[in-house]
C-alpha cells in the first residue's frame, strides 16, 4: 500500500473522529486513576494504553502470566504456554536444536520465528533483525514471569515486522527478602531430564536474579539426542524512585544430534524412522544488555538499552544429495561413510534504544507522546560447503577450503513517535511514523563449479512507515478498537544463498512491503469472563518463498527463491474464556472454566503464476479448546488442539520429489497438564499428545532435513519445585 493510500485512510479515520469528539459531551471529568496491573482470566490479559513508555492503545494486544498455567514448562511446550493467542501457527518438532522451534501469526512462515519481532525484557534476542532474524534462542519458561504479544501494529514502535512482537518478562527478583532459592527436577519420556535453579533477592538498593537451566534427552527417534545449557543473570541498583540501571547477561548453550528428515512413504510407513546417524549441531549464544531507566516526573519517562549479541552456529551433517529417501550407507568402493558438510556461522549485533514519552494537557484531556530512536550494527560471517570426515562423531574438521566465505552486515537507524490524543473520557487516537534507514552489504566469495565468483556489494533503502491506531471505550473494562500500520521485510541474509545443494536463488530479488490492520472488540467482566474477537486484514507484496521447478536439461526438480506474487492474508482471530463457579459466585475458591482459541485465516496469492493459491504454511483453521479446574491448591488443564491442513510451496502440489513441496495434513492434539501446590512446594505432571498422533508441521530443504520433520508422539513427564 502506498504513502498516499495510508495518508489518505488516516485522514479519513481523523474525520470520523472529530465528528464523534464534536457530539455533546455530557461525561464528568473523574479524578485520574493510574492502573499498574493486568486484567486478566487465569492469566490470559491484554497491555495496558501506555506501558514503560510505549504506547499498546488501538493495537491488539495479549499478555499471558506462565506462572498460572498447566503447562510442560521444562522443555518449552509452545501450544501449552502460547497457544491460547488466536491463529498462533507452531512449528511442532523436537530436533531442530534450540529452545525456540519457531511461531507465527496471520499464516506467515513460522520457521525461527523470522517474522516476529523476538525480545527478551524488551530488547531483541535474535542474531539480527533485518540481516538473521532468527531465534535460536528464548529463555526457558521456568524463568518466564509473563509473554506480550502485539500484532502487525507493533511495527512502528519495534520494527518493520509483519508478524508483530513477542517479549519475554524474566522473573523478578523478590523484594522483600534478601535471598531466595528456587529448584525444579523433571523428568519425562524419551530420557529427558530437567534441572532448573534460580536464586534472586533484595538487599537495601540493590536486587539480582539469576538462573541456570541444564536438559538432556535421548529423543522421540533414533540419533536424537540433545544437550542444553541455560543461563541468565540480572543486577539493578535502584538510586532513588526516578532512576535505576542494570546489567543482564543471557547464555545458550547446547549439542544437538539431529536425526534428518523423511520423505512422505518413509513417514508414511514409521513416523519415528531416521536415516540420519550423522547429523550435529551446536550453538554458543551469548547476550550482554545494559539499561538506564530515568522517571524525572510523573509525567515523563526516559529509558536507554544497550545490547550486544555474540553466537555461533556450527553444523556438521551429510546433506541432502539424494534427497530425504537417501540412505546414508558406507560407500563398498571405499570402505567408508562419503565425507559430511561442515557450517559456520559467526554472529555479531549490537543495538541501542533511546525511548522518551511525556504526557501533557490537550484541551481538558491528558495526551501522551512516545518516540525514540533505535540503532543497531550486525556483522555476520558464513562458511559454507567445507568437506568433513567421514566420521560419526561431532566433527567440525574439513579438508580443503570452504565453498562460501561470505561477510554480511547490516545498519540501521530508525527514529519513530507515536501520540495518544484523549478524546474525552473514552476515545483515544494514536497516529506515529517510523523512518528508517538501512545499509547491507556483502563480501567475499562463494564457488561456481570450479570457479571463484568475488562478491562485493552494498544496498541503502531509506522508507518510511505510518500508521494509527483508534480505540473507543464505552465502559472502563471494554473496547472496540481498529488500527493500520505498514510493514517491510528487506532480504536478509539466509535469502541470498541457497538453501540446498540443487536449488537456487533469484538474482533480481526484491524487499517486501505492506501493511496490517485490525478491527475488534474485547471485554473483560470481573473474574469470570474474558472476550477478544477481531477482524484482520494483511497485504503482503513482493512476498519471498520457495517455489519447485523443473530443470529443462535434466528433468529433475529443484527449489528456486524467488518473489512469489503478493499475498493477501485475512480472517477472524476469537478468544473467549468463562469461569462458570466464578459466574455463580464470584468469591468461589474454586474456579472451572471453558476457553476457545479460534481462528480462520484466508492467506492467497492475489498475482502473478499462483494467483489464488493458498499460501506455504499457512493452515485456515487453527483451534485450540480446553476446560481449566482450579482451587487453592490444585489446577488441570485439558487442552484440544485443531491445527488445519496446508502446503509446503506456493504450487500447493500435494505430492513432490522435492522435499520442501508437498501436502501438510491436518491435525489434533491433546494435553493434559496438572500442578498441585502446598505450601512452598509444587508437584507438576502430564501428558503431551495424549492420543499418539501422527503428524508433522514441517517440510524442509536444509538442516534439519531435508524432507518432513515429525512432530513428537505421546510422551509424559514430572516435576518437583520448591521454593526456599
Do not use: C
Not at 499478555?63 to 497457544?83: E, F
Not at 551433517?317 to 560407500?331: H, K, P, S, T
Not at 524442509?700 to 513428537?712: K, L, N
Amino acid at each position: 500500500m502506498s504513502n498516499k493510500k495510508i495518508i489518505a485512510g488516516i485522514i479519513g479515520m481523523l474525520s470520523l473522529v472529530t465528528a464523534i469528539a464534536q457530539q455533546k459531551d455530557t461525561s464528568k471529568i473523574l479524578k485520574e486513576v493510574i492502573v499498574t496491573g493486568y486484567k486478566t482470566v487465569n492469566g490470559v490479559g491484554h497491555l495496558l494504553e501506555m506501558k514503560d513508555g510505549i504506547i499498546y492503545a488501538g493495537k491488539k494486544t495479549e499478555v499471558i502470566i506462565v506462572d498460572s498455567l498447566d503447562a510442560n514448562k521444562a522443555i518449552n511446550n509452545t501450544r501449552q504456554i502460547l497457544g491460547r493467542i488466536p491463529g498462533l501457527n507452531i512449528v511442532e518438532t523436537e530436533s531442530s536444536g534450540f529452545t525456540a522451534n519457531g511461531i507465527a501469526t496471520r499464516g506467515l512462515n513460522p520457521t525461527q520465528s523470522i517474522e516476529m519481532n523476538t525480545r527478551q525484557n524488551g530488547y531483541n534476542i535474535s542474531a539480527d533483525v533485518y540481516g538473521y532474524n532468527e531465534a535460536y534462542y528464548i529463555p526457558p519458561m521456568e524463568a518466564v514471569k509473563r509473554i506480550e504479544m502485539v500484532r502487525g501494529a507493533s511495527s512502528l514502535q519495534f520494527g518493520a515486522q509483519f508478524g508483530g512482537l513477542v517479549n519475554y518478562i524474566t522473573e523478578d527478583a523478590p523484594t522483600d527478602k534478601p535471598f531466595q532459592f528456587i529448584t525444579s527436577q523433571t523428568v519425562g519420556s524419551f530420557g529427558m531430564y530437567n534441572a532448573f535453579t534460580s536464586v534472586g533477592g533484595t538487599y537495601k538498593k540493590i536486587n539480582y536474579y539469576g538462573f541456570l537451566q541444564q536438559r538432556i534427552m535421548d529423543g522421540y527417534r533414533p540419533n536424537s539426542q540433545q544437550w542444553q545449557l541455560s543461563g541468565f543473570g540480572k543486577i539493578q541498583y535502584t538510586a532513588s524512585k526516578k532512576i535505576n540501571v542494570g546489567l543482564e547477561y543471557s547464555l545458550l548453550r547446547n549439542k544437538i544430534h539431529m536425526p534428518g528428515g523423511l520423505s512422505d512413504s518413509l513417514f508414511n510407513a514409521n513416523p519415528k524412522a531416521s536415516v540420519r546417524a550423522r547429523n550435529w549441531l551446536k550453538s554458543p549464544w551469548n547476550i550482554v544488555s545494559g539499561y538506564l531507566n530515568l522517571n524525572p516526573n510523573d509525567n515523563t519517562t526516559f529509558s536507554l538499552k544497550t545490547t550486544y549479541i555474540f553466537s555461533n552456529r556450527s553444523l556438521v551433517w551429510r546433506n541432502e544429495d539424494g534427497g530425504a529417501g537417501a540412505l546414508d550407507a558406507i560407500d563398498s568402493a571405499t570402505n567408508q561413510y562419503v565425507p559430511r558438510e561442515v557450517e559456520s556461522e559467526d554472529m555479531h549485533s549490537v543495538a541501542t534504544e533511546a525511548r522518551f514519552a511525556a504526557s501533557y494537557k490537550l484541551g481538558k484531556s491528558k495526551s501522551t507522546l512516545a518516540g525514540g530512536v533505535r540503532f543497531s550494527y550486525g556483522w555476520f560471517k558464513r562458511l559454507e560447503g567445507g568437506e568433513g570426515s567421514t566420521n560419526s562423531d561431532f566433527d567440525l574438521s574439513i579438508t580443503g577450503d570452504w565453498e562460501k566465505k561470505l561477510n554480511f552486515t547490516t545498519t540501521n537507524i530508525a527514529p519513530f513517535v507515536e501520540n495518544i490524543f484523549r478524546i474525552g473520557n473514552k476515545l483515544t487516537v494514536t497516529p506515529g511514523v517510523r523512518l528508517e534507514y538501512l545499509n547491507s552489504t556483502v563480501k567475499g566469495y562463494t564457488t561456481d563449479d570450479i570457479y571463484k565468483v568475488t562478491a562485493n556489494k552494498s544496498k541503502n533503502r531509506v522508507f518510511l512507515l505510518s500508521g494509527i491506531g483508534i480505540e473507543y471505550k464505552p465502559k472502563s473494562n471494554a473496547g472496540i478498537y481498529a488500527n493500520i500500520s505498514q510493514a517491510y521485510r528487506p532480504i536478509d541474509y539466509s535469502q541470498q544463498q541457497p538453501f540446498g545443494v540443487t536449488s537456487k536463488i533469484d538474482p533480481n530479488l526484491k524487499d517486501a512491503n505492506g501493511f496490517n490492520s485490525d478491527l475488534g472488540y474485547r471485554t473483560t467482566i470481573k473474574n469470570y469472563l474474558n472476550v477478544d474477537v477481531s477482524l484482520f486484514y494483511l497485504a503482503y507484496n513482493n512476498r519471498i518463498g520457495e517455489i519447485v521447478k523443473t530443470d529443462p536439461t535434466t528433468g529433475l526438480d529443484f527449489g528456486y527463491r524467488t518473489n512469489i506474487a503478493n499475498s493477501v492474508h485475512k480472517g477472524l482471530e476469537a478468544y473467549i474464556e468463562f469461569n462458570i463457579l466464578k459466574y455463580l459466585n464470584q468469591q468461589s475458591k474454586q474456579g472451572i472454566s471453558i476457553f476457545n482459541s479460534y481462528s480462520y485465516i484466508d492467506a492467497k496469492y492475489t498475482s502473478g503464476e499462483f494467483n489464488g493459491n493458498r499460501v506455504e504454511a499457512a493452515a485456515k483453521h487453527i483451534e485450540r479448546a480446553g476446560i481449566i479446574y482450579s482451587n487453592k491448591s490444585f489446577s488441570s488443564t485439558f487442552q484440544v488442539n485443531y491445527i488445519g491442513d496446508a502446503y509446503g510451496d506456493a504450487t500447493n502440489v500435494k505430492v513432490s520429489d522435492n522435499p520442501i513441496a508437498g501436502y501438510i495434513p491436518a491435525y489434533t492434539v491433546v494435553d493434559f497438564s496438572a500442578t498441585y501446590k502446598i505450601n512452598n512446594y509444587a508437584i507438576k505432571a502430564g501428558v503431551n499428545n495424549l492420543g499418539n498422533k501422527y503428524y508433522f508441521t514441517r517440510r524442509t530443504d536444509e538442516y534439519p532435513g531435508p524432507g518432513i520433520i515429525p512432530a513428537v508422539g505421546r510422551s509424559f513427564y514430572v516435576g518437583l519445585t520448591a521454593k526456599f
